[in-house]
């Protein structure tokens, strides 16, 4: 099994544009989640999906962030503007919905 | 609403010391806990989890952990530390009415010297 895969790996682009993040989950797990890490706020939940649909979005900042999981092996994080403060890194998990998280590497983003 | 709570952002323990890292939690039933670690540049791994049964649990890597429901606290240790044990800890617990949905603390961060 190849884990739970997200790219890119790093991510930098300046401040307005567009940003996607994609996740490809463990196959068979239902559950998909969006976190962010950064050293002021440690890890937060942004949203989760079970079985493709999102159950709870009340971590995602504000409407410039947006998520999607139209089938159950992927799913995107879009920020549209992006804006500096949202520099971070954003890892995708997945699980079976047994507690077990598994998370993929993560996307280092940078908006200059 | 749930929280964890890690006090020390910071241990240090020589290579073969024991280690003891702290977690408090708060939720108003049973909670699921769990403890995950990560390493420069990787995602979180589970260590181990506690749902319910003995309050004892052990978990890879030679991790054990403690849930004592009279202190909150599920404490995390390791009787002999190995230096690829540098990396850092986080303690997490999950709703009961969604297991995966974890809340995370804010780490700590263990150094190793050899």
């Known amino acids: 099994d190849a884990g739970v895969i997200q790219s890119p790996r790093h991510e930098v682009t300046e401040m307005g544009q567009e940003v996607t993040l994609r996740c490809k989950p463990i196959?068979?797990?239902?559950?998909l989640f969006w976190y962010r890490q950064t050293m002021m706020r440690g890890l937060e939940l942004l949203i989760y999906?079970?079985?493709?649909?999102?159950?709870?979005d009340s971590g995602m900042p504000e409407d410039r962030f947006s998520a999607k999981m139209p089938n159950a092996s992927f799913s995107t994080l879009k920020i549209q503007p992006s804006e500096p403060r949202d520099s971070a890194v954003y890892f995708c998990?997945?699980?079976?919905?047994?507690?077990?998280?598994?998370f993929g590497s993560g996307t280092q983003l940078s908006v200059l | 609403a749930q929280s964890v709570t890690q006090p020390d952002i910071h241990i240090t323990v020589s290579e073969g010391a024991s280690l003891e890292l702290r977690c408090n939690y708060s939720?108003?039933?049973?909670?699921?806990l769990f403890w995950y670690v990560q390493s420069p540049g990787q995602g979180l791994q589970l260590l181990l989890k506690y749902f319910s049964g003995d309050t004892l649990v052990q978990g890879i890597k030679g991790f054990e952990a403690e849930f004592k429901r009279s202190q909150s606290s599920f404490n995390l240790r390791k009787p002999s530390v190995h230096w690829s044990d540098a990396a850092e800890y986080f303690c997490?617990?999950?709703?009961?009415?969604?297991?995966?949905?974890?809340?995370f603390g804010t780490g700590t961060r263990l150094q190793v010297m050899l």
């Open positions: 939720y108003g039933a049973t909670p699921y």
């Open positions: 999906f079970n079985n493709n649909v999102p159950i709870d």
């Open positions: 997490a617990v999950g709703d009961t009415g969604t297991a995966s949905k974890l809340t």
């Open positions: 196959s068979g797990h239902n559950s």
């Open positions: 998990a997945s699980s079976r919905g047994t507690g077990e998280l598994f």
